[in-house]
């Protein structure tokens, strides 16, 4: 579907409810289905990539129904109560889901197989196919890719080190941890997203955190969940940068998920002089939350590298539509994570804005953004990703004319709504 945005005529007012966090609603679905008892799911994102978390999960014998005010029931079957699917496990387009999903099945008792789309079938997998290899799985790739097969297999404990901060991989780990026999630590070398640790210590897991250094214990049991899920701060991003970008705006975003470990653009975007207002801060449910305001404001260049990169490691399509209306040039390096996303981020942001008449050069682990440079209007294709789709049409109501995005709609895999909700601002279908 094409979907034509055109420049933004007057100023961005008023609220939003963004949707649930991505990365938490998944692992809601995952640790709920592994609970003893039925888990509440308050708010949770009921879409794309987390809609083929619920499918993976019914394959395997998870109930999971709506109640009557619009919650999730999760009826977890227990540690050990999983049961063998009869087909392959189709995963989609979701890596979280596979990652995941991969560290749960390498301790079960039985053999499965994980697979996806044509997009998933292209992304590396051996960042956890050899560290639960040291846990004793028998988990196989396909020249590094998925399919994955897995068989049952009793694991053990291990020491890792990582050497790229990585939560998916972290997370694998650690769910494979639940299953070993001895304690697994993880060692990160930066710091990466930590609701895996919040969320199992909550369900009653036994988690260790010292710096960048993670442990758990094996479990018998796992408590189910009361959680209320926060407005994804990834999703938030792109309002955030229209806000800023549009003169004369100031909008507030409710009730946002505010972990330290997902909050890298917004410090970078106030450091490039952007007016942004926390209130409200509290915690739900072991995540801080708070609202977000936004007024209009003028940017200048910056530098990002270093632990901040993966602190915002799917914020950077919508920072390069930022740094392009930035005075000075914006450098970013160590986001070479990038290439291996739904796609190569790297190459689709870079080859798309330039369509646009963006100055953008490649690094292999980043970009080089000259701004500002004024965007005219053109035709661009998210190739899928729903980022791309979302960063593009932002991009569209900054540009001097119609920008028209193909496959727009993709954005609905992370932000249900999103074309709806700036209809306003100047999109037509």
Do not use: W
């Amino acid at each position: 579907m094409k979907t034509t945005v055109q420049p933004a005529v007057q100023p961005l007012r008023g609220s939003l409810r963004i949707p649930g966090d991505k990365s938490i609603s998944h692992r809601a679905l995952l640790f709920g289905a592994l609970a003893s008892g039925t888990s509440r799911i308050h708010g949770m994102l009921s879409t794309g990539d987390c809609l083929a978390t619920r499918s993976c999960l019914a394959q395997l014998g998870v109930t999971i129904e709506p109640d009557i005010d619009g919650t999730v029931l999760v009826r977890g079957v227990g540690l050990q109560g999983l049961s063998q699917p009869t087909t392959d496990i189709d995963c989609g387009r979701s890596g979280t889901t596979l990652r995941l999903l991969a560290g749960i099945l390498a301790g079960q008792s039985f053999p499965s197989i994980l697979t996806g789309d044509r997009q998933l079938l292209r992304r590396p997998m051996a960042r956890i196919v050899n560290p639960l290899r040291e846990m004793n799985s028998t988990i196989k790739a396909t020249n590094g890719c998925p399919p994955l097969k897995i068989s049952g297999a009793k694991l053990q404990g291990a020491v890792h080190d990582l050497a790229i901060a990585s939560a998916q991989v972290k997370s694998a780990l650690l769910l494979a941890g639940l299953y070993a026999d001895g304690d697994t630590t993880v060692h990160q070398c930066g710091p990466a997203r930590d609701h895996t640790e919040r969320m199992l210590a909550a369900m009653g897991a036994t988690i260790r955190v010292d710096g960048l250094t993670v442990g758990i214990e094996p479990a018998t049991a796992l408590s189910p969940l009361d959680l209320h899920v926060p407005g994804d701060i990834s999703s938030a991003a792109f309002p955030i940068v229209a806000a800023i970008l549009v003169p004369g705006s100031k909008i507030t975003l409710r009730h946002v998920g505010l972990n330290p470990t997902r909050t890298g653009l917004l410090d970078v975007l106030m450091a490039m002089g952007a007016d942004i207002e926390i209130a409200n801060r509290s915690t739900d449910s072991g995540e801080p939350v708070g609202d977000i305001t936004v007024t209009s404001s003028h940017l200048t260049a910056t530098a990002v590298e270093g632990h901040t990169v993966v602190r915002m490691i799917d914020e950077f399509p919508i920072l390069a539509v930022a740094a392009c209306n930035a005075q000075g040039t914006t450098i970013i390096h160590g986001a070479s994570e990038l290439r291996a996303k739904e796609t190569d981020r790297i190459a689709t942001v870079a080859s798309e804005l330039r369509a646009l008449g963006a100055q953008i050069g490649e690094y292999q682990d980043g970009f080089a953004i000259h701004g500002p440079t004024p965007l005219h209007g053109g035709i661009v294709d998210s190739h899928r990703d729903h980022r791309l789709a979302m960063a593009l049409t932002i991009a569209g109501l900054v540009a001097q004319n119609d920008v028209i995005v193909d496959q727009a709609e993709y954005a609905a895999d992370s932000y249900p709504g999103f074309l709806e909700q700036i209809h306003v601002l100047g999109v037509r279908q």
